[in-house]
Protein backbone atom coordinates (compact mmCIF):
# COMPACT_ATOMS: atom_id res chain seq x y z
CA UNK A 1 0.00 0.00 0.00
CA UNK A 2 0.78 3.52 -0.90
CA UNK A 3 -0.31 6.89 -1.52
CA UNK A 4 -1.31 7.42 -5.05
CA UNK A 5 -3.34 10.61 -5.30
CA UNK A 6 -2.34 13.24 -2.29
CA UNK A 7 -5.54 16.01 -2.18
CA UNK A 8 -4.42 19.08 -0.53
CA UNK A 9 -7.12 22.27 0.71
CA UNK A 10 -5.60 25.40 -0.75
CA UNK A 11 -7.37 28.52 0.50
CA UNK A 12 -5.92 31.92 0.86
CA UNK A 13 -4.96 32.08 4.78
CA UNK A 14 -1.42 32.58 5.82
CA UNK A 15 -0.53 28.83 6.13
CA UNK A 16 -1.92 27.53 3.03
CA UNK A 17 1.59 27.76 0.81
CA UNK A 18 3.04 25.88 4.07
CA UNK A 19 0.75 23.21 3.86
CA UNK A 20 1.14 23.06 -0.01
CA UNK A 21 4.72 22.62 -0.01
CA UNK A 22 4.48 20.05 2.94
CA UNK A 23 1.94 18.07 0.17
CA UNK A 24 4.26 19.00 -2.56
CA UNK A 25 7.02 17.35 0.07
CA UNK A 26 4.85 14.04 0.30
CA UNK A 27 3.87 13.62 -2.95
CA UNK A 28 7.42 13.55 -4.13
CA UNK A 29 8.19 11.03 -1.48
CA UNK A 30 5.57 8.74 -2.32
CA UNK A 31 5.58 9.61 -6.12
CA UNK A 32 2.06 10.65 -6.35
CA UNK A 33 -0.29 12.97 -8.06
CA UNK A 34 -0.66 15.84 -6.10
CA UNK A 35 -4.20 17.33 -6.50
CA UNK A 36 -5.06 21.05 -4.86
CA UNK A 37 -8.59 22.01 -4.60
CA UNK A 38 -9.90 25.49 -3.56
CA UNK A 39 -13.34 26.42 -3.22
CA UNK A 40 -16.10 29.00 -3.87
CA UNK A 41 -17.72 28.50 -0.60
CA UNK A 42 -20.80 29.10 -2.28
CA UNK A 43 -23.03 25.47 -2.30
CA UNK A 44 -24.03 24.44 -5.10
CA UNK A 45 -28.07 24.52 -4.43
CA UNK A 46 -27.62 27.65 -4.65
CA UNK A 47 -27.55 27.07 -8.51
CA UNK A 48 -30.01 24.28 -8.79
CA UNK A 49 -33.23 26.12 -9.46
CA UNK A 50 -31.43 28.24 -12.50
CA UNK A 51 -32.82 31.37 -11.13
CA UNK A 52 -29.09 32.61 -9.92
CA UNK A 53 -28.84 35.58 -12.32
CA UNK A 54 -32.51 37.04 -11.17
CA UNK A 55 -30.74 37.71 -7.67
CA UNK A 56 -29.94 40.63 -5.94
CA UNK A 57 -26.72 42.38 -8.45
CA UNK A 58 -24.60 43.24 -4.42
CA UNK A 59 -25.17 39.44 -4.29
CA UNK A 60 -23.94 38.48 -7.52
CA UNK A 61 -21.31 40.65 -7.11
CA UNK A 62 -20.30 38.83 -4.08
CA UNK A 63 -20.29 35.32 -5.62
CA UNK A 64 -18.09 36.89 -8.48
CA UNK A 65 -15.40 37.72 -5.83
CA UNK A 66 -16.04 34.28 -4.46
CA UNK A 67 -14.93 32.53 -7.47
CA UNK A 68 -12.07 34.96 -8.47
CA UNK A 69 -10.52 34.32 -5.33
CA UNK A 70 -10.30 30.54 -5.97
CA UNK A 71 -9.13 30.83 -9.02
CA UNK A 72 -6.26 33.20 -7.73
CA UNK A 73 -6.00 30.63 -4.42
CA UNK A 74 -5.34 27.70 -7.19
CA UNK A 75 -3.22 29.86 -9.74
CA UNK A 76 -0.60 30.14 -7.00
CA UNK A 77 -0.82 26.42 -5.91
CA UNK A 78 0.15 26.35 -9.61
CA UNK A 79 2.92 27.90 -9.24
CA UNK A 80 3.90 26.70 -6.41
CA UNK A 81 3.61 23.16 -7.41
CA UNK A 82 5.65 23.46 -10.59
CA UNK A 83 8.16 24.78 -8.38
CA UNK A 84 8.78 22.49 -6.15
CA UNK A 85 9.45 19.74 -9.10
CA UNK A 86 6.34 17.64 -8.49
CA UNK A 87 6.24 15.26 -10.62
CA UNK A 88 2.67 15.24 -11.72
CA UNK A 89 -0.08 17.50 -10.15
CA UNK A 90 -3.58 19.71 -10.83
CA UNK A 91 -5.66 22.48 -9.40
CA UNK A 92 -9.07 22.31 -9.93
CA UNK A 93 -12.17 24.43 -8.40
CA UNK A 94 -14.86 23.39 -6.60
CA UNK A 95 -18.18 25.03 -6.82
CA UNK A 96 -19.37 24.26 -3.93
CA UNK A 97 -18.65 25.27 -0.31
CA UNK A 98 -15.43 23.44 1.22
CA UNK A 99 -17.89 20.55 2.91
CA UNK A 100 -19.68 19.51 -0.41
CA UNK A 101 -16.88 20.06 -2.73
CA UNK A 102 -13.72 18.94 -1.10
CA UNK A 103 -14.94 16.28 1.01
CA UNK A 104 -16.51 14.54 -2.34
CA UNK A 105 -13.38 14.60 -4.58
CA UNK A 106 -11.75 13.86 -1.38
CA UNK A 107 -13.29 9.81 -1.96
CA UNK A 108 -10.85 9.42 -5.11
CA UNK A 109 -7.81 10.30 -3.57
CA UNK A 110 -5.55 8.43 -0.68
CA UNK A 111 -4.85 10.47 1.94
CA UNK A 112 -6.14 14.19 2.21
CA UNK A 113 -4.31 17.31 4.01
CA UNK A 114 -6.41 20.11 5.42
CA UNK A 115 -5.24 22.70 8.01
CA UNK A 116 -6.07 22.92 11.63
CA UNK A 117 -8.96 26.08 12.22
CA UNK A 118 -7.13 28.85 13.48
CA UNK A 119 -9.80 30.89 15.93
CA UNK A 120 -7.79 34.46 14.50
CA UNK A 121 -8.11 33.72 11.01
CA UNK A 122 -11.06 33.41 9.81
CA UNK A 123 -11.77 32.21 6.36
CA UNK A 124 -15.19 33.58 4.15
CA UNK A 125 -15.70 30.24 2.72
CA UNK A 126 -14.19 27.33 4.90
CA UNK A 127 -16.33 26.95 8.36
CA UNK A 128 -14.52 26.34 11.35
CA UNK A 129 -15.56 22.82 11.70
CA UNK A 130 -14.00 21.99 8.18
CA UNK A 131 -11.18 19.26 9.58
CA UNK A 132 -13.75 17.35 11.86
CA UNK A 133 -16.02 17.37 8.95
CA UNK A 134 -13.69 15.33 6.39
CA UNK A 135 -11.96 13.23 9.47
CA UNK A 136 -15.59 11.85 9.76
CA UNK A 137 -17.22 12.04 6.28
CA UNK A 138 -14.44 11.68 3.89
CA UNK A 139 -13.85 8.35 4.29
CA UNK A 140 -9.93 8.83 3.51
CA UNK A 141 -7.13 9.39 6.04
CA UNK A 142 -7.05 13.08 6.67
CA UNK A 143 -3.58 14.47 7.43
CA UNK A 144 -4.29 17.99 9.70
CA UNK A 145 -1.44 20.61 9.83
CA UNK A 146 -1.03 22.78 12.48
CA UNK A 147 -1.50 26.45 12.32
CA UNK A 148 1.55 27.44 13.48
CA UNK A 149 5.23 25.26 13.53
CA UNK A 150 7.58 24.40 11.36
CA UNK A 151 7.24 20.06 10.76
CA UNK A 152 10.32 20.02 7.98
CA UNK A 153 10.94 16.82 7.23
CA UNK A 154 8.40 15.08 9.52
CA UNK A 155 6.89 11.78 10.21
CA UNK A 156 10.26 10.23 11.25
CA UNK A 157 8.93 9.97 14.75
CA UNK A 158 5.35 8.98 14.75
CA UNK A 159 3.40 8.42 17.65
CA UNK A 160 0.91 5.94 17.58
CA UNK A 161 -2.19 6.20 20.04
CA UNK A 162 -3.87 2.67 20.53
CA UNK A 163 -6.65 1.88 22.12
CA UNK A 164 -8.30 -1.21 20.45
CA UNK A 165 -10.78 0.52 18.47
CA UNK A 166 -12.03 0.89 15.32
CA UNK A 167 -11.10 4.10 14.18
CA UNK A 168 -7.72 3.44 15.98
CA UNK A 169 -7.48 0.57 13.86
CA UNK A 170 -7.96 2.15 10.92
CA UNK A 171 -5.85 4.81 11.30
CA UNK A 172 -2.83 2.52 11.77
CA UNK A 173 -3.51 0.77 8.92
CA UNK A 174 -3.87 3.71 6.75
CA UNK A 175 -0.38 5.26 8.25
CA UNK A 176 1.73 2.15 6.86
CA UNK A 177 3.53 4.14 3.98
CA UNK A 178 4.30 6.95 6.81
CA UNK A 179 5.37 3.93 8.93
CA UNK A 180 7.38 2.44 7.20
CA UNK A 181 9.74 5.05 6.78
CA UNK A 182 9.79 6.08 10.15
CA UNK A 183 12.86 5.72 11.92
CA UNK A 184 10.92 4.79 15.05
CA UNK A 185 7.70 4.48 15.94
CA UNK A 186 6.03 5.00 19.52
CA UNK A 187 2.79 3.13 20.37
CA UNK A 188 1.49 4.50 23.63
CA UNK A 189 -1.41 2.82 25.48
CA UNK A 190 -3.07 5.28 27.69
CA UNK A 191 -5.23 3.34 31.10
CA UNK A 192 -5.70 0.44 28.86
CA UNK A 193 -8.50 -1.83 29.89
CA UNK A 194 -7.92 -5.70 29.71
CA UNK A 195 -11.28 -6.21 27.41
CA UNK A 196 -9.83 -3.83 25.08
CA UNK A 197 -5.57 -4.97 24.92
CA UNK A 198 -5.84 -8.55 26.69
CA UNK A 199 -3.29 -9.86 28.94
CA UNK A 200 -0.61 -8.08 27.25
CA UNK A 201 -1.50 -4.60 25.77
CA UNK A 202 0.16 -3.79 22.44
CA UNK A 203 1.73 -6.97 21.95
CA UNK A 204 -0.50 -7.98 19.02
CA UNK A 205 -0.20 -5.04 17.52
CA UNK A 206 3.32 -4.54 17.65
CA UNK A 207 3.64 -8.15 16.41
CA UNK A 208 1.00 -7.08 12.99
CA UNK A 209 3.18 -3.62 12.77
CA UNK A 210 6.71 -5.68 12.81
CA UNK A 211 5.30 -8.09 9.96
CA UNK A 212 5.24 -4.48 7.68
CA UNK A 213 8.75 -4.32 8.59
CA UNK A 214 7.48 -0.95 10.99
CA UNK A 215 10.28 -0.70 14.31
CA UNK A 216 8.28 0.20 17.18
CA UNK A 217 8.52 0.28 20.76
CA UNK A 218 5.43 0.09 23.15
CA UNK A 219 4.74 1.25 26.12
CA UNK A 220 1.39 1.81 28.62
CA UNK A 221 0.85 4.86 30.58
CA UNK A 222 -1.58 5.50 33.57
CA UNK A 223 -2.66 8.96 33.84
CA UNK A 224 -5.47 11.18 35.48
CA UNK A 225 -4.97 13.87 32.73
CA UNK A 226 -7.46 13.83 29.86
CA UNK A 227 -6.51 11.60 26.62
CA UNK A 228 -5.59 14.84 24.34
CA UNK A 229 -3.37 16.40 27.35
CA UNK A 230 -1.64 13.22 27.60
CA UNK A 231 -0.77 12.13 24.69
CA UNK A 232 0.40 16.20 23.45
CA UNK A 233 2.29 15.83 26.70
CA UNK A 234 3.75 12.54 25.39
CA UNK A 235 4.36 13.30 22.06
CA UNK A 236 6.41 16.26 23.30
CA UNK A 237 8.68 13.79 26.19
CA UNK A 238 9.07 11.64 23.19
CA UNK A 239 10.60 14.31 20.47
CA UNK A 240 7.33 12.66 17.96
CA UNK A 241 6.83 14.79 14.79
CA UNK A 242 3.72 12.99 14.23
CA UNK A 243 0.37 11.52 16.03
CA UNK A 244 -1.55 9.30 14.57
CA UNK A 245 -4.77 8.10 15.90
CA UNK A 246 -8.73 7.33 15.39
CA UNK A 247 -10.90 10.42 15.04
CA UNK A 248 -13.66 9.70 17.32
CA UNK A 249 -17.38 10.89 17.01
CA UNK A 250 -20.57 11.10 14.46
CA UNK A 251 -21.91 13.68 12.34
CA UNK A 252 -25.70 15.10 12.11
CA UNK A 253 -26.90 17.42 9.95
CA UNK A 254 -23.24 19.13 9.91
CA UNK A 255 -23.53 19.52 13.54
CA UNK A 256 -19.78 18.34 14.32
CA UNK A 257 -20.11 15.66 17.62
CA UNK A 258 -16.46 14.72 18.57
CA UNK A 259 -15.23 12.61 21.30
CA UNK A 260 -13.39 14.43 23.72
CA UNK A 261 -9.70 13.33 22.89
CA UNK A 262 -10.32 13.71 19.41
CA UNK A 263 -11.73 17.20 19.72
CA UNK A 264 -8.89 18.66 22.73
CA UNK A 265 -6.47 17.26 19.93
CA UNK A 266 -7.48 18.77 16.82
CA UNK A 267 -7.74 22.91 19.35
CA UNK A 268 -4.54 21.91 20.93
CA UNK A 269 -2.57 20.15 18.15
CA UNK A 270 1.33 20.97 18.48
CA UNK A 271 2.34 18.60 15.76
CA UNK A 272 0.38 16.96 12.33
CA UNK A 273 -1.93 14.42 13.02
CA UNK A 274 -3.03 12.05 11.07
CA UNK A 275 -6.52 10.73 11.76
CA UNK A 276 -9.49 7.86 10.53
CA UNK A 277 -12.61 7.36 11.18
Same mark, same amino acid.
Request: glycine share 10%; no cysteine; proline share 5%.
Given at each position: ???????? #?????????? %????????????????????????????????????????????? =????? *?????????????? *???? #??? !?????????????????????????????? =? !?????????? &? =?????????????????????????? &???????? *????????????????? !????????? &??????????????????? %? #? +???? !??????????????????????????????????? *??????????? %? +??????????????
Amino acid at each position: MTYKTILV #HVDDTSRSPY %RVKLAADLAIQFEAHLLGIADTGVSRFIYQDGNINGVDPSLLSHL =EYLRD *RANQNIADFKKQAD *RSGV #HSY !EGAIAQDDAFGGIGMRARYSDLVIVGQTNP =E !EASPAVMDDF &P =EYMILNSGRPVLVVPYAGAFDPFGKR &PLIAWDGS *RSATRAITDAIPFLRNA !ELVHVAIIN &PKGDQHGDQPGSDLASYLA %R #H +GIKL !EVSVHRTKLDIGNALLSLAADLNSDMLVMGGYGHS *RFREMIMGGAT %R +GILESMTIPVFMSH
